[in-house]
């Protein structure tokens, strides 16, 4: 099959796309791990990594050393397959899911629009609950193949709660879908540009889904915590209640790999909040063509870190839930509150559509 | 096009054979996991986006879930052979075979013809939204009906005293 | 464009595992998912007839199935579970208390 010469480089752009997304993340990464340790240790009055390079910024890179070098150990009566599928599962579904973030507008490269997103799906948000409802199995299944009793009980206990806070999770961004009409995340971020205007006035806030929709911003959080299984919410891994939770029995590279799937999966929901509530990409925009098109990228950039460091900050923060309590306030609390939210939101659409 | 189709349609029948040949409950979950997502990916290749992503939601997100759960729960191990099992295989498989040798004659005669696909309907998530709110909104309204049933029967079977 | 038949041909093939598997296992869990397979196998019929057909109706059909699913699970493996706690077995050869 002969290959037009426009296809190759659409090929090549978006291999290039692929290449450059997973570098950055991976990078990102690492270094929020660093600002994780670093962040809560000035919160408990510590210094935190220090010593390897300036800052202990060279840390990733050692941490990184002493997971490949380390003995992988696999304890006996383990299920092999499985055990050894968990961490793999859980490390390429939290990849998947960036396949659909945008990260910021268009630019034109010989004559061909070039958008800064791997895919753009008609169903992205859809797409992306579906691979992060996937990701459950890989909590589940390494559990339940390490054959041991505390990482059963963290598989179960995450099982029930991830359940559990994705119907949250997702009722609290209907509001947004009905605001903007799409499920196309690019079309929502469009649909938030310029400013709010108020009885013919503008009021000059950005018009973000945020101001319209605070109560669904609120709960997706909490509920975005609870899918990430950070704390308050960490019932599933409970250092001192579970030992380590559903990886107690995970060493070396194995262990390596929920971990960056954790950190990638706080790094997938904060994208999605600066997209559903924030304006992705949009911010002040000015100088040459070039700036037009890398400062989108930075707002997109700032915000999620914004988050991110709002992550850290309630580690360094809140104390852990007991498990009845966790159970109790997603589905006597947060579930109706999402609920009735929609249904405001309903009415408000459909007053002013008429 | 073609070519995913085969690559999937051989991967969900390995798959779904693989459900009914494994001893251990849980790989038999895992295997239908394999089989419901690449039954996705072929509702993709019929242009149903929307279903195809419905489907790994519902199905493999949460369905399938509930059931890795009761597994891990009943903590249920590999399953012996019986007198049952015995009987059902020799009575099941010429059954099956002719069965299934039945509905593939029925096909090869019946569909051979080369039906010509017509152009793609829009199945975007607006589209089946519109047809599902205004034409099939009454069989909706009873799912939600169902539903509210399946949720108090599964409270009072599971619960040890109400 | 890959003829319908072969959809079909798929379809069928599925189903009649799905039911090979509700046949042969013992395994009340099992059983049960050879069930789902069954009704994903339908379920992939209805979609190539929409295909072919050009309207969207047999996708809606996919949709209260799944629907259904849903409920017949969370229904079915509720009744497994107190099945098990009264029963202590997964077996649904020991599961015989109506025989005289």
Request: net charge neutral; hydrophobic share 40%; charged share 10%.
């Given at each position: 099959m002969a290959l037009s010469s426009d296809t190759l480089f659409l090929l090549g752009v978006a291999v290039v796309k692929v290449v450059v997304v997973l570098l950055v993340l991976l990078t990102a990464i690492a270094y929020i791990v660093w600002l994780e340790r670093k962040l809560v240790a000035h919160i408990q009055s510590r210094w935190g990594p220090?010593?390897?390079?300036p800052y202990g910024l060279m840390q990733p890179m050692a941490d990184g050393l002493k997971f490949l070098f380390k003995e992988d150990i696999v304890p006996l009566e383990v299920d092999r397959f499985v055990y050894w599928l968990a961490p793999f599962l859980s490390f390429t579904l939290a990849m998947l899911t960036?396949?659909?973030?945008?990260f910021g507008g268009s630019f034109k490269l010989f004559g061909h629009e070039i958008y800064l997103q791997i895919a753009d799906l008609n169903v992205g948000l859809l797409y992306i609950f579906a691979v992060t409802s996937l990701g459950v199995y890989s909590i589940a299944l390494a559990g339940w193949s390490s054959n041991s009793k505390y990482p059963l009980f963290g598989g179960l206990r995450s099982s029930a709660q991830m359940i559990s806070y994705e119907l949250s999770l997702g009722l609290a961004v209907v509001g947004t879908l009905m605001i903007s009409g799409s499920l196309s995340l690019r079309d929502i971020v469009n649909s938030q540009t310029g400013t709010w205007h108020l009885a013919g006035t503008?009021?000059?806030?950005?018009?973000?889904n945020i101001f319209v929709q605070p109560v669904g911003f609120i709960v997706y959080f909490i509920a975005a915590i609870a899918e990430t299984n950070r704390?308050?919410?960490d019932l599933p891994e409970g250092e001192t209640e579970?030992?380590?939770?559903?990886?107690?029995?995970y060493s070396s590279f194995k262990f390596a790999m929920f971990f960056m799937a954790e950190y990638a999966n706080m790094v997938t929901v904060s994208c999605i909040a600066t997209l559903l509530f924030?304006?992705?990409?949009?911010g002040p925009v000015f100088g040459p063509a070039w700036l037009h098109v890398l400062l989108p990228v930075f707002w997109f950039a700032l915000k999620v870190f914004c988050f991110l460091f709002f992550y850290i900050w309630t580690r360094g923060t809140l104390p852990r839930f007991r498990y009845d309590q966790l159970m109790a306030f997603g589905w006597k609390f947060l579930l109706p509150v999402a609920l009735l939210n929609i249904l405001a939101t309903s009415f408000v659409v459909a007053w002013i559509g008429t | 096009m073609v070519p995913v189709f085969y690559i999937f349609a051989a991967l969900t029948i390995i798959a779904a054979l693989s459900v009914i040949l494994q001893r251990t409950p849980v790989y038999s979950a895992l295997s239908l996991i394999v089989v419901l997502c690449s039954l996705a990916v072929l509702y993709v290749s019929l242009g149903a986006k929307f279903l195809a992503v419905i489907q790994v939601i519902?199905?493999?997100?949460a369905i399938m879930v509930l059931f890795v759960l009761v597994i891990m729960l009943l903590n249920a191990g590999r399953e012996r052979h019986t007198e049952g099992s015995r009987l059902a295989r020799w009575l099941g498989v010429p059954l099956l075979a002719a069965f299934l040798v039945e509905i593939l004659s029925v096909i090869w005669n019946g569909l051979?013809?080369?039906?010509v696909a017509p152009p793609a309907p829009d199945a975007g998530p607006a589209a089946v939204g519109a047809l599902l709110f205004r034409h099939y909104v009454l069989p909706f309204e009873v799912t939600s009906i169902l539903i509210l049933v399946a949720i108090l029967g599964a409270v009072v079977l599971a619960k040890k005293q109400l | 464009m890959v003829p319908l038949s072969h959809y079909i041909a798929l379809s069928a093939i599925l189903f009649v595992i799905g039911a090979a598997g509700f046949i042969f296992r013992r395994n009340i869990i099992t059983v049960f998912m050879c069930i789902e397979l069954m009704l994903n196998a339908v379920n992939l019929a209805f979609m190539a007839f929409s295909r072919f057909r050009g309207n969207l109706d047999g996708q809606l059909f996919v949709f209260f199935v799944i629907v259904v699913a849903a409920a017949e699970a969370a229904v079915g493996l509720a009744l497994i579970i107190s099945l098990y706690r009264s029963?202590?077995?997964?077996a649904i050869d020991e599961l015989d208390s109506m025989k005289l």
């Open positions: 220090y010593r390897v390079g960036f396949a659909v973030i945008p503008n009021t000059f806030l950005p018009h973000w704390i308050p919410f579970l030992v380590g939770g559903y990886h107690t029995e924030f304006g992705g990409w949009h | 519902v199905y493999a997100g051979s013809s080369g039906a | 029963r202590d077995t997964l």
